[in-house]
């Protein structure tokens, strides 16, 4: 028995991990109480660490056509699969889709951008536009920079003001805090507070000093009310930013439409409560507020990530300790650079005309893009780390496009509902014989540090690791079929030393290529040893000497370098957004829904995929439709047994659960269930399928600055399901 260290890739949170390995098996899994950001802390899905590893269903070889063959007999196969599809259709009728756990590994960091290259097609989807994109295109917009995203100063604030997160149970997302319970705890222990808004009553809202329910969807209306407010009772101070930021005036012109007592009908919240929530932040000696899934996966979610950020501008708690900051992650420079801002559209999506926002396109017109005859139609696809069928909006109709396909490729360890459909199906080795490092989620921690893991267990001999199969599939994909991976991983290191002197290239260490590349970025980045210009300073050795990671203190003010604007300043009012508001007031208008859907998520869960670990799968049924006690009586729903759900793109049963956390007129239903579809090897979600929640999302409906799609307040109709 041994002990490694490794930093857990199940979720944002980036804890630190105790395994105990016999042999090649992680027996257990457990908090690293030396960890420099998570202290010990774990959750349930982490301490399955090792379940996940050795779970049965995993695949071990490649699948082709369901049969299992060996390595190079995979690789023939997507060649043969794709070079005549890209010889007579181009490289258009290839699309990709990115799914979430591409976040968490260094493949998804360090060769999905080349394979993206390689792959030459607009065709590029993934599950940020089921996420976060809004908040991308505000950051975008605000700050020039769309991945340059402010986090709560979590551990320093007065105040928080969390709307549609609920860190509970999702540990937190677009803010990297191991722990973030402990921290909002240790935040009302400090004699602050932290504020609630969301449809239910969740177990983040049951914590918080106060609740506030809101109808699903109108966030926007409730902060430009508190923009409203801080304008006309002369509360906006924008503290040290203020010469840094312009567009102020236009704000206060935008929010003169939408006094709080104007909006707070559509939001289910009293006015006054509107007013003294403002009154609140702007009292606060620090505050933030933070916004997730339930203010971007909205209609109007690109203006609410804005309107957050313009609330955290107005009361000067931009940039500023206690208020919402910028992360220095280590792999990043740090420096000034002159801005090109931030435009999207630089093309369209062919049969929706939807604008490319990032490189990509929104998932919500994949569908369309298979079904539609015409030149530049999509007929393969390959898809990395992702579950479409369960997680993409009206995803029956998807699963049913996906069997149009003249090829798919997926790059998965699980035969789940998307891969069923792969011609080709490539299993990535397990994290235990991976190495770690988190290049997205250190640019959204809440205090800078850097850790990285190397694998737990060497590599089997044979067998490509993650790394080793994009840089394979960028090959096929660039002409060169047969090529060693090995020419891929020297090209990406030629790259990554292209501004590092010659002299300086023979000193770059590291076992795996992965870490190579790593190297090179730590030790070019903001703490890093410049290849000896920085004696002390970091490298890939002084992390793999760390192996509780290296704390790099609190966050530290970041502007006016981190902006990348063309005017070098913060531009609070852009003209995309100002136009969305003048939408955004004519949807006052509109009649409201008699019963909206939103989702939920829970601590044991993980979107789709992690239904197979039987630890989890304990306890009660979660798979539920929860209904307010007054909507249940007035639609003749009782708990425990079945209602059918209908919404403009699909039916579905689900099993109620009558409860007063949701609020009257909102239903609420987890996503990523729906284990009951023939050719899957899931066999233990199998046994508690659930339904799929995104049958009934619309895609159709969509933000359209981010091309995000809507997947909370979705209209619903809701009735016992008939007797047969
Ligand atoms: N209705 C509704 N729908 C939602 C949401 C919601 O709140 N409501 N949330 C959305 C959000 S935030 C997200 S991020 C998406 C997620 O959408 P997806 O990313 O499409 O779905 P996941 O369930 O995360 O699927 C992850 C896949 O990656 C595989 N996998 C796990 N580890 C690895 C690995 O190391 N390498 C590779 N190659 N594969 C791996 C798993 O087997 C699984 O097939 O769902 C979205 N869908
Ligand atoms: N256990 C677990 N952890 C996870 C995941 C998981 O599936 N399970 N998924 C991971 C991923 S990929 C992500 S992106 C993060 C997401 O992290 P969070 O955003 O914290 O996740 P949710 O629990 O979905 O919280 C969203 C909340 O928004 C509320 N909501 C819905 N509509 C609205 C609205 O219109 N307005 C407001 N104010 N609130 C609304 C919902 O009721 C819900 O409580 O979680 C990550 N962590
Ligand atoms: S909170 Fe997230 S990172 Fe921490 S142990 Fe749980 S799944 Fe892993
Ligand atoms: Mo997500």
């Not at 009553?201 to 009310?225: E, K, M, N, V």
């Not at 066999?683 to 049958?695: D, E, H, Y």
Request: with cysteine.
């Amino acid at each position: 028995m041994r002990t490694a260290y490794r930093t857990c890739p199940l979720c944002e949170a980036a804890c630190g991990l105790e395994l105990t390995v016999d042999e090649d098996r992680v027996v257990s899994a457990r908090g690293d109480r030396e960890h420099v950001f998570s202290h010990g802390f774990v959750c349930p899905k982490g301490a399955s660490f090792g379940q996940l590893s050795d779970d049965p269903d995993r695949l071990r070889r490649p699948l082709v056509n369901g049969v299992e063959v060996g390595w190079e007999e995979a690789f023939r196969a997507v060649r043969e699969g794709l070079r005549p599809l890209l010889d007579r259709y181009g490289s258009q009728a290839l699309a990709l889709y990115l799914g979430n756990p591409n976040a968490h590994t260094m493949s998804g960091g360090l060769y999905v951008p080349p394979l993206i290259r390689a792959l030459g097609s607009r065709n590029v989807y993934s599950a940020s536009t089921v996420d976060q994109m809004p908040k991308h295109v505000s950051c975008g917009y605000l700050f020039g920079n769309p991945n340059i995203i402010p986090v709560p100063d979590l551990d320093r604030t007065d105040f928080l003001l969390v709307l549609g997160a609920n860190p509970w149970e999702s540990n937190g997302s677009l803010a990297t805090a191991a722990d973030f319970p402990g921290r909002l705890k240790a935040l009302l222990a400090r004699g602050g507070r932290f504020v609630v808004v969301d449809p239910r009553r969740t177990r983040t809202a049951a914590a918080a000093s106060d609740y506030i329910p809101i109808f699903p969807g109108t966030d926007a209306l409730l902060l430009f009310a508190i923009v409203h407010t801080l304008f006309d009772e002369d509360l906006v101070d924008l503290g040290d930013v203020s010469g840094h930021v312009v567009g102020v005036d236009a704000v206060r012109a935008l929010a003169l439409d939408f006094p709080p007592a104007l909006v707070s009908e559509m939001c289910g919240i009293p006015d006054d409560r509107i007013r003294s929530l403002a009154r609140e932040l702007a009292a606060a000696p620090t505050a933030a507020v933070y916004g997730r899934i339930g203010t971007c996966t909205v209609e109007f979610g690109t203006l609410t990530s804005w309107l957050v950020d313009v609330v955290n501008t107005l009361t000067g708690n931009l940039d500023r300790p206690g208020g919402v900051m910028f992360p220095l992650a280590a792999h990043t420079s740090g420096a000034a650079r002159p801005g090109k801002g931030f435009r999207i559209g630089r093309w369209h999506s062919r049969v929706r005309g939807l604008p490319e926002v990032k490189g990509e396109l929104p998932v919500a017109t994949l569908a369309d893009e298979i079904e539609t005859p015409g030149d530049d139609q999509v007929r393969a696809l390959i898809t990395i780390a992702g579950n479409p069928v369960l997680s993409t909006p009206n995803s029956g109709r998807l699963d049913r496009a996906l069997t149009g396909l003249d090829f798919m490729v997926s790059v998965d360890p699980y035969l789940n509902e998307t891969t069923r459909h792969a011609d080709v199906v490539l299993p990535p080795t397990d994290s235990v014989r991976k190495g770690h490092y988190d290049f997205a989620f250190l640019t959204l921690a809440v205090r800078n540090f850097a850790a990285y893991s190397p694998p737990v267990l060497p590599p089997e001999p044979g067998i490509p690791d993650e790394c080793d199969i994009l840089a394979r599939l960028s090959l096929i994909l660039s002409g060169q079929d047969d090529a060693d991976p090995s020419v891929f991983h020297d090209h990406l290191l030629h790259q990554a030393l292209t501004r590092v002197p010659d002299s300086a290239h023979a000193l770059v260490t590291g076992a795996h290529p992965a870490e190579r590349l790593l190297d090179v970025a730590l030790r070019t980045g903001a703490y890093g040893d410049g290849f000896g210009t920085n004696p002390g300073g970091l490298s890939l050795q002084r992390l793999l000497d760390a192996p509780h990671g290296i704390d790099l203190g609190p966050l530290q003010p970041r502007l006016p370098e981190a902006l990348r604007t063309p005017s070098g300043k913060v531009e609070l009012c852009p003209p995309p957004l100002a136009a969305e508001a003048a939408r955004l007031r004519e949807s006052l208008s509109r009649d409201r829904a008699d019963m909206v859907l939103i989702g939920r998520r829970h601590l044991r869960s993980n979107n789709s995929w992690m239904h197979n670990v039987p630890a989890l799968m304990k306890g009660r049924a979660r798979c539920t439709l929860q209904v307010n006690p007054a909507d249940a009586i007035r639609l003749s729903l009782t708990d425990g047994e079945s209602a059918q759900v209908t919404s403009r793109a699909g039916t579905l049963t689900a099993t109620v659960e009558v409860t007063a956390a949701v609020m009257p007129g909102v239903a609420s239903l987890p996503h990523g269930w729906g284990h009951d579809l023939p050719g899957t090897r899931l066999s233990v979600a199998a046994t508690t399928p659930g339904v799929n929640s995104n049958i009934l999302t619309d895609e159709l409906a969509i933000d359209p600055l981010s091309g995000n799609s809507v997947l909370n307040g979705i209209p619903v109709e809701i009735k016992p399901t008939p007797a047969t």
